[in-house]
Every structure is written in C-alpha cells, then in structure tokens.
C-alpha cells in the first residue's frame, strides 16, 4: 500500500476538490486501521472518498485520503435469509448484479448506481417510496475501523447505539469498510411514466402516493408540464423497453440533447422558458416492466449541482406552491426540472426521514451555472417548513440548525465526542454540520 503523494482529487460535479497530504488504497480493513494509526501519529485526519458523487464537502480529505477502490469484495451471500456482505468500495452498480444473479434485490434505491456502497449509505442516499424506505433502512450491519485503529461491528443486537448513528453518519464516528445489506428477492417493476399538467399533480399526490409503491414526479419550471413516474412491483413476465427505445429516451434525450440544451440555456438564459416546454413534451407517457434496479436506476451524464430538502410529508404540496410564487418573483431561468420523492419514517438518526413521513424537493443547476442565488432562496424557503438538507446536497445549515431539526443530534455529537475526541474523521463540512 504505497501513498500517493502530489495529488488533486475533485468530485464529479467539479465544485469540491482537495489536495491531501497522501492518498492510500488499502486493500483491507486492517490496512485501513494501520492508514488511521498512522494519521494519528502523524497528526492528520482521514476520510474515505467514493465516486465523488456528493456535492458538499462530505468527502474533501485534507490529511489523509482513502480511496476504496481496492476494497471490493462480495465476502458472502446468503440467499436463505437474504443477508449479504459487501466491502466499502464496491459501486451500487455492480452490488445490483451480484444480488440479481442470486435471485436478490434491494428493496429500494436512488436514481443513479455509480456511488460506492458506503459512499451512498454515509450520506443517507434515498429513493422514493411509500412503504419502503431508502438505503439506511436496509443495512443489517456495519464494519468500521474507529479513531483508534480498532476494527468493530455494529448491528441492532451489537452496539446498537452506534448502529443507530454509524448509518448515516458521513463517516464522522469511522471509517465504513463493509456493510451487510438486508435484501428481499429479486422483483420485476413496472412503470408507468406520464406528462402532466401541475395543477392536477397537486390535486392528485395524495391519490398517487398512497396508490403506488414508488411516485415521484418532475416539474420543469417556467411551464405547467410535469413528468409523472409510478413504479409498482408487477408478476411479469418482464416487457422491458427496447434498445433503440431505451437508447433513444434515456440516452440520447435525456443525457446529449439534455446537455446540448443545458449548454444553450447556459450562453442563452432567455431561451429557457421555451426549452423547457419543448422538453416537457418530449418526454411523452411509456410503460414498461423489468428488473428492479432497472427501473429505478438510470444514466447521468450531464453534470449537474444538486440542492435537496426533506420536508414533513403533509407539507408537500403547501411547500411546491410557495415554491411556485417563488418563480413567479424571481428573474430565474433554470433549464433543469425539479424533482419531487416521497418517503416512510426511517429509524438511522440522522436519517433525513428520521422519525417522520417525509417528502424530498430537489433543484438542480448545470453545473457550470451559478447557484448560490436561487439554490439559497429555496432553502430559505424549506427550512421554514422543518426542511432538513440532504448531507451530500449543497446546503448553508450548520450544527445550531440541526440540532433542533433532528432530535437524536445530541445523542450523535455525544457518540462523536465519545469515539473520536481528536477529531480524526473531520474536515470542514463535517465541523461545520456537528460542530467543533
């Protein structure tokens, strides 16, 4: 395991970067406390980076930075009670494959597969759901290696304090170096994706949140179209989209014309109004059923920023119409949609579902477009109905704010102060959101 020095790492959307001291693979959970050792030693802190996928600070390493590329491996499979333990490293995408090969599946799960395992839980990655919930709530058990070196697990029966934290706890108790999921058995989904007017989405979230098992629905701003996605588990057999049609919707318009029109917005904002409405109407109504992580999972391949806010559920579409008159004070022309989820309470403590029914609105920007502006009025906006930020989204809150937002943040801070009372796991964005 020989350290990688002169480096400059950056995260996918561009607007994170780092220059660590030394950078490390290890190939090990004990490689990884001989890294965390060595810090100590040496005076400097650790974190672990994924695949950058997280828009705040969450992975900047400023001492030590290690990369999870090497800890990859399927330790076991256990298809009787659905048990699977995987390392760190491994990426979503190829986690899919493995359980669908043994007649697996996760029950539920975000849009994009391109993060590592741990990367996606630290930061409480979700999807949409009415009855199942997001990444934190289907973890069986955690590995970590904490401040002092020691390797430890953690599981409802085992230290389930810091199993309650360690979920989603951006890796400011330890360095995550495997998780065991709990899975249920492979599934087909079928969806059924449809444009709408706005008024009506409004009128009917009630009705197709509690009539589907996953809705979500998109708003593409300075119009009244709305893409409307309803995935629901279905017998089969599988009637999966064709290749030219998935190469032509999910590929060609909505990643190259996608961007081509994100580069246009971006030298031309005043085009954005009607780029927008001819968008909406292209992306006409399909239905198809295949394999769950299918489904839920599709390509990304124009950058982008990413604001989210989880809200109180019944707040949902009081909330989407303020955030209505907002657009309709403000000179904004944003070319990307704004993508509203759904989620049941979850129990990690710093999940953002924590304790309630939840409903997530996330805004985007192209990436080289500023954000500040708009990304902070909005924010305003949410924080005034209970929001609480996603911790891989940009947000402005710190350790004040969310301790009133999440009532298990003492106990978080305490755990914190407990495990790692230097400071090994820290950066700027974790002191910022957990304090000194």
């Known amino acids: 395991m020989s350290p990688e020095t002169n480096l400059t790492w950056r995260n996918w959307a561009g607007n994170q970067r780092a220059e660590p001291v030394r950078a490390l693979a290890p190939r090990t959970a004990g490689e990884v406390a001989d890294a965390v050792r060595a810090a100590a030693h040496d005076g400097l802190t650790v974190r672990m980076t994924g695949t950058g996928h997280s828009f705040t600070g969450a992975a900047v390493a400023?001492?030590?930075?290690?990369?999870?590329?090497?800890?990859?491996?399927?330790r076991s499979v256990d298809t009787a009670t659905g048990l699977v333990t995987v390392e760190a490293g491994l990426p979503l995408h190829t986690l899919n494959r493995v359980l669908h090969e043994h007649g697996l599946a996760l029950a539920n799960m975000g849009d994009i597969q391109?993060?590592?395992?741990a990367g996606a839980l630290q930061t409480a990655t979700h999807g949409t759901g009415r009855d199942a919930a997001g990444l934190a709530s289907q973890v069986a058990a955690l590995e970590l290696v904490l401040a002092d070196g020691s390797a430890v697990t953690c599981s409802p029966?085992?230290?389930?304090?810091?199993?309650?934290?360690?979920?989603?706890?951006?890796?400011?108790?330890?360095?995550?170096?495997?998780?065991?999921w709990k899975t249920v058995p492979?599934?087909?989904?079928?969806?059924?994706e449809a444009p709408m007017r706005w008024d009506e989405v409004l009128a009917r979230v009630d009705e197709f949140d509690s009539a589907n098992e996953h809705f979500e629905f998109y708003w593409f701003p300075h119009t009244e179209g709305c893409l409307t996605k309803r995935n629901n588990p279905v017998a089969g057999p599988a009637r999966p989209l064709s290749k030219a049609k998935h190469w032509l919707d999910d590929r060609f318009l909505s990643n190259t014309v996608f961007g081509a029109v994100n580069r246009?917005?971006?030298r031309a904002p005043a085009s954005t109004p009607f780029v927008n409405g001819v968008c909406?109407?292209?992306?006409?109504?399909?239905?198809?059923?295949?394999?769950?992580?299918?489904?839920?999972?599709?390509?990304?391949?124009?950058?982008f920023k990413e604001q989210e806010y989880a809200i109180p559920r019944e707040e949902l579409v009081p909330a989407l119409r303020e955030l209505r008159a907002l657009f309709n004070r403000r000179d904004w022309r944003i070319g990307f949609p704004i993508e509203v989820r759904v989620l049941p309470p979850e129990d990690a403590w710093l999940s953002m579902a924590y304790g309630r029914r939840t409903a997530f609105i996330a805004v985007h920007v192209y990436h080289r477009a500023p954000h500040e502006e708009y990304f902070r009025a909005v924010e305003n906006l949410l924080v005034a109905f209970g929001g609480r930020p996603h911790w891989g989204k940009l947000h402005t809150r710190d350790a004040a704010y969310l301790e009133k937002a999440?009532?298990?943040?003492?106990?978080?801070?305490?755990?914190?102060?407990?495990?790692?009372?230097?400071?090994r796991f820290a950066n700027a964005y974790t002191t910022r959101v957990f304090g000194d």
């Open 264 to 266: 246009v917005t971006h």
């Open 186 to 192: 492979a599934f087909l989904l079928r969806a059924q």
């Open 114 to 117: 391109e993060q590592t395992v």
């Open 62 to 74: 400023e001492g030590v930075l290690l990369r999870p590329d090497a800890l990859t491996a399927v």
């Open 406 to 423: 999440y009532p298990r943040f003492g106990d978080f801070r305490a755990l914190r102060d407990e495990l790692d009372p230097d400071r």
């Open 280 to 303: 909406a109407r292209l992306l006409g109504a399909r239905v198809y059923s295949d394999t769950s992580y299918k489904v839920f999972t599709s390509p990304r391949t124009v950058r």
């Open 157 to 180: 029966a085992e230290r389930p304090e810091l199993f309650d934290a360690a979920r989603a706890g951006l890796g400011a108790l330890g360095v995550v170096t495997a998780v065991t």
